[in-house]
């Protein structure tokens, strides 16, 4: 009869937690939404900002719609690394070339 | 007083007694009619009045009426408009939940398409090219045969970027020529690069070295505002092209936006030459002759950045570079270098200076070179805005000017190298040096002292897409040695003062 009654006392607790629980996650999911969007608005900006200093240094600026998204992935690591350009700045050109 | 005459008198004065009043009461009876019909006058405008305000209130209420009923109907209209927006929330809500329960998010979906396709991804960029090339040379260079010539040259230097995940990348570049030689297929790069973290990069394979600005960042025949390399880093270059090892390399910001430091340290193969004789070519990681390349390499790099990128005064590059290791045995190869580069607007100027030192062996004193650069690129767009006509301006709008002044200085030039890079046979007899793609094919480009100024118009089609055309003037100057491969050493004579046209037409994959 106490394991039943453990059980039964389990099983309220979980349901009374279960909806806070849920609430609280799609309260942080919202705000990670959110944030998110922020921070592509801020890459976006700064990358706006850096791609045609950073990229005339060494050679014209190419517009991000000559290459596919996935295309900017490989040349953005490869950029990086040549220019040893710092990882938030490589991070805003990048998101600023997939935008255009 | 008469008595006949004194009831006449009374009865006057009895008559005018009775009149009197009568005569005010008659007055009075006027007066009072007068009144009498004004009051009925006013009695029937009032009246009128009244009907008028009867009829208005009855229009009125009439209108109160219509009002209720119609406000009645809207309200029960918004009551159906609201009960049906609730009704079609509560659908959309329930299409919501179900999509979500059902079916996947834009998120999900996309994760999905990842999963499908791998999340490992492939691209070729590169570079291609072709070349003409006229070298005019009027003069002999102690006794080494040539002629102006004229040369097609073709290049493919393919770039392939392999990504298996987002912390690191492999990257290869081949390089397929066809010139004055024949058809060439080499290996340039093959190296993967591994991001351990925010500052920290190992980058293992072979690279270009990553001495100053040249070979690392304006090599690539779409990024060079030239056809042909400067002299330090062209066919006596003071320091090895390429290096097969390991490196170390990041960057970080370390104050405004733009303000930036990065480091590169590595360690490879090591410097090789190919003879043992002052003035040889310097290589790396190929050994030119392998007994002579026993040592290790190390290098470093430091570029500074001190021109944050919101005061809009353009951005500016120093840096300084080493490179240094062991050759034929324990004796030292070492060598140093500055550069810097700046950039705003349409104009952009950059240069180097690098130079080298190399223990002999006996007899031999220590073989030193340098060599330097500087070039200057200004882009005409915009201007000639307004008083030139519209199809010259977008001419002009594409169009670079450059001019650049290289030169290398070294005491001795191995005239084996010089040699072997002339097959151009006529009759068992030598006729020139070989141009090639990127090389005018000048023997003045050999000499000790080789100086050269180089003039570019450059028409770009596209930021990389360009006709490039060149016009050099070789001006060596007098002296130093050719030294051959046991040793002996003969004073250069003369100075050939060549001249090279190229027009390179190259796209940048």
């Known amino acids: 009869m106490e394991p039943m009654k453990t059980l039964m006392i389990a099983v309220l607790l979980s349901v009374i937690v279960a909806g806070p629980i849920a609430k609280a996650a799609a309260w942080a999911q919202e705000n990670a939404s959110a944030a998110a969007q922020a921070e592509h608005r801020r890459l976006f900006r700064k990358g706006a900002k850096l791609w045609p200093v950073y990229c005339n240094t060494c050679h014209n600026a190419r517009p991000g719609s000559e290459k596919a998204s996935y295309e900017w992935d490989e040349i953005m690591m490869h950029m990086r690394t040549l220019g040893n350009v710092p990882p938030d700045d490589a991070r805003a050109i990048l998101e600023y070339l997939k935008t255009r | 007083m008469n008595a006949r005459r004194f009831p006449k008198l009374v009865l006057f004065v009895l008559a005018v007694a009775i009149a009197i009043p009568s005569a005010r009461v008659r007055a009075d009876d006027s007066s009072d009619a007068k009144s009498l019909r004004t009051i009925v006058r006013e009695l029937k405008r009032l009246e009128r ?153 190992v980058v293992g394979g072979l690279f270009d070295q990553p001495f100053g600005d040249w070979y690392e960042n304006q090599s690539p025949m779409w990024v060079n505002r030239f056809v042909t390399a400067p002299l330090p880093f062209a066919v006596e270059s003071v320091v090895p092209p ?126 030193n070179r340098e060599g330097w650069y500087v070039q200057v690129g200004y882009f005409l767009n915009g201007l000639g805005q307004g008083f030139l006509p519209e199809v010259v301006q977008k001419i002009t709008d594409k169009t670079e000017l450059l001019v650049r002044y290289s030169g290398v200085n070294q005491h001795s030039v191995a005239i084996d190298d010089i040699t072997g890079a002339a097959a151009v046979v006529s009759s068992g007899v030598q006729v020139g040096l070989l141009p090639d793609f990127g090389l005018s094919g000048s023997p003045a480009l050999f000499a000790p002292h080789a100086r050269e100024v180089a003039l570019g118009v450059d028409y770009w089609i596209a930021p990389s897409i360009v006709w490039q055309n060149e016009f050099d003037l070789e001006l060596p100057r007098a002296g130093g040695l050719f030294t051959n491969a046991n040793g002996t050493s003969l004073p250069v004579g003369s100075t050939p003062n060549d001249r090279a046209f190229l027009s390179q037409f190259t796209i940048g994959l």
């Open chain 2, 49 to 201: 009045d009244r009907s008028h305000d009867r009829d208005q209130i009855q229009r009125l209420e009439k209108r109160v009426d219509q009002l209720e009923t119609e406000n009645a109907q809207l309200k029960a209209s918004s009551t159906e408009v609201k009960t049906e927006a609730t009704q079609t929330a509560q659908v959309v809500k329930q299409i919501q939940t179900q999509q979500t329960q059902s079916q996947a998010s834009p998120q999900e979906f996309s994760s999905a398409i990842d999963r499908y396709l791998g999340s490992h991804t492939f691209s070729v960029t590169g570079a291609a090219g072709v070349d003409f090339l006229y070298d005019q040379q009027p003069h002999a260079i102690d006794g080494i045969p040539r002629g102006s010539q004229n040369t097609f040259a073709l290049d493919w230097e393919p770039m392939v970027l392999y990504r298996p995940a987002d912390w690191i990348l492999f990257e290869g570049v081949g390089s397929f020529s066809f010139g004055q030689n024949g058809t060439g297929a080499d290996l340039s790069l093959a190296d993967f690069q591994i991001f351990l973290n925010d500052y920290v990069t």
């Open chain 2, 242 to 367: 390429a290096e097969a090892g390991i490196q170390l390399r990041g960057g970080m910001q370390w104050g405004a936006e733009g303000q930036d430091i990065d480091y590169t340290m590595w360690t490879g193969t090591g410097p090789s030459f190919s003879e043992p004789v002052p003035g040889a070519t310097v290589s790396s990681p190929t050994p030119i002759r392998s007994a002579q390349t026993n040592g290790k390499s190390f290098g470093g790099r430091l570029r500074f950045y001190p021109i944050p990128v919101d005061t809009d005064c353009g951005r500016l590059e120093l840096g300084a570079s080493t490179y240094n290791g062991k050759w034929m045995g324990d004796r030292w190869f070492t060598s140093w270098g500055v550069d810097f580069n700046y950039f705003k607007g349409n104009l952009q100027t950059r240069g180097e200076f690098l130079r080298s030192y190399r223990s002999m062996p006996t007899p031999f004193a220590q073989d």
